[in-house]
């Protein structure tokens, strides 16, 4: 986590500073409980060697004659009278967890192997592992006689082999807990005295040597980076924050030099580039009036182009169009001659066919008459010559209908030599007219060439002009975008040069308005 300032900085310095005296505090008082108990813990293992002592009496009256159950008996009961200090006492069980001696006689005799402190620790069992460990201390929480409330004791045990006996007694150390927080509290106390002292002296002479000047410093940095240049920095004093605050009126003073510099700079910057700016956008005016005018030039001398392309195409299309013309009247003349003369044929051909139809004409009539005779004669012979007089009838009525096929043969061929001698007039009269066009379209053929030859190198010339043009126009259109960029480089120039100015007036220097 990053520290917000040096006032944070300072007050967990001071946290620290007291954390550690509580920790040295806490470790003495921890100190003093331990020898405090190591005290506790000798004073019960001396106990236990007087008790001992008993016991050596006890073995030496048994090896001058005295019997082991006697002699046992009296040590039990001399044990058991033993006391030491407020409430110490010694007692005695063997290695089967049976009380030998006790102050509390009800309890000799009895198996205590179960016995457990108020965590459910089996206490004798402990004693034992530690007495027979070679002699030891075990810790445990269990009430005083007549109270139910678990306090902290320790008792120490030690073995006799030879009678099998645990020797044990104990304290309680609740005083020693009570002492121990008495001194915490008192080093607590102690350490919380000086941390203040400390902490006031501190911060009275933080404030007055570092915090103060550093305060006035950041106010003086932020006048600075709010643009005001003129701002006083206090400057004498003889130590590093002095040395801090003549650097400081160092930097300011060259700061303010270099942007009244600026500002003068961009007064010129800014004057020049309004010139600038406004040379080109004149001259872009003009280049663009110029190019404009290029290219309707440039745009009338491509449709001239266009126009006189399109005539000499149109001359040289009228030439080929006079030219074939004149073959076609030439052909036309020679194939209507042959259509009159064809039209003769046919005429000649309808006269023959109409001499035909008359001659079968006159057959079918002569037919007619044989049948009716034929008919006549058949009805003379009565019943043997009726299926003559059916032939004959059928005969007679084929007879009629030639004659009148004939006729119509005849009707149509006399309306078509009628037309056929019209259409031979009018094929006369367009032979005359096909010879005069023939004429006249061999005389304008040549003319029309000329005509097309002259169309054709107007327009190579005018082709020429139109490209000559057409590259004028694209320099001067280059031209236009060179003086447009140079016009936007300009205007670009200046307002850069207004950005600054205007990024300049933000600071304030002394001396100005």
């Known amino acids: ?45 001396h106990a236990l060697q007087l008790a001992q002592s008993t016991i050596d009496r006890a073995r030496a009256d048994v090896a001058a004659g005295m019997p082991l159950a006697q002699a046992r008996a009296d040590a039990a009961r001399r044990l058991a009278a033993l006391r030491f200090g407020e409430d110490g006492y010694v007692g005695v069980m063997d290695d089967r967890y049976v009380v030998q001696a006790h102050p509390d006689a009800a309890l000799v005799g009895r198996e205590v192997r179960s016995v457990t402190d108020a965590d459910g620790v089996p206490i004798f069992e402990a004693l034992l592992r530690a007495g027979k460990a070679g002699g030891g201390a075990v810790s445990y929480r269990f009430p005083r006689p007549g109270s139910d409330l678990p306090l902290a004791k320790v008792s120490y045990a030690t073995y006799d082999p030879q009678w099998n006996w645990l020797l044990y007694t104990g304290l309680y150390v609740d005083d020693v807990n009570q002492a121990f927080y008495a001194t915490l509290l008192r080093q607590g106390l102690v350490a919380g005295g000086l941390l203040l002292l400390l902490a006031c002296g501190a911060l009275r002479f933080f404030n007055r040597r570092i915090l103060t000047p550093i305060d006035a410093l950041v106010e003086v940095c932020e006048r600075v980076a709010s643009g005001d240049l003129g701002v006083s920095i206090p400057v004498g ?9 003549e650097a400081m009126e160092r930097m300011r003073h060259r700061l303010e030099d270099a942007v009244s510099g600026i500002v003068q ?35 009338s001398v491509e449709q001239i182009a266009a126009t006189v392309k399109e005539s000499a195409d149109s001359v040289a299309e009228v030439s080929r169009l006079a030219h074939d013309a004149a073959q076609l009247a030439s052909q ?32 079918a009539f002569q ?29 007679r009525a084929l007879a009629q209908r030639s004659a009148s096929a004939a006729r119509e043969i005849t009707q149509l061929i006399e309306a078509n030599t009628a037309s056929i001698d019209s259409g031979s007039a009018r094929v006369g009269e367009a032979s005359e007219t096909m010879a005069r066009v023939s004429d006249s379209a061999g005389t304008s053929a040549p003319l029309m060439s000329e005509i097309a030859t002259a169309s054709v190198e107007q327009s190579q010339g005018i082709e020429q002009i139109n490209r000559a043009v057409t590259h004028l126009d694209g320099v001067t259109q280059q031209n236009a975008s060179l003086v447009e960029e140079f016009a936007a480089s300009a205007g670009m120039l200046q307002d850069q040069a207004q950005t600054l100015a205007r990024l300049v007036s933000t600071f304030r220097l002394r001396g100005a308005v």
Do not use: C, P, Y
């Open 1 to 45: 986590m990053r520290l917000s300032s040096l006032r944070t900085q300072l007050w967990l310095f001071m946290a620290a500073t007291g954390l550690l005296l509580v920790a040295l505090g806490s470790w003495d008082a921890v100190m003093r409980r331990a020898d405090l108990l190591h005290e506790r813990e000798a004073a019960l293992h």
């Open 237 to 245: 004093q003889r130590s590093e924050i002095g040395r801090l605050f």
């Open 265 to 299: 700079a961009t007064g010129s910057i800014a004057s020049a580039a309004r010139q600038i700016a406004a040379g080109s956008m004149d001259l872009s005016d003009r280049t663009e009036k110029q190019a404009a005018a290029l290219e309707q030039t440039a745009a």
């Open 332 to 363: 036309g003349g020679t194939q209507a001659d042959q259509a009159r003369d064809a039209m003769r044929d046919i005429a000649a051909g309808s006269r023959r066919i109409s001499e035909i139809t008359t001659l079968i004409d006159a057959i």
């Open 367 to 395: 037919t007619n008459i044989l049948a009716l005779n034929a008919a006549v004669e058949a009805a003379r012979a009565g019943e043997e010559g009726r299926g003559f007089a059916v032939v004959a009838g059928e005969v």
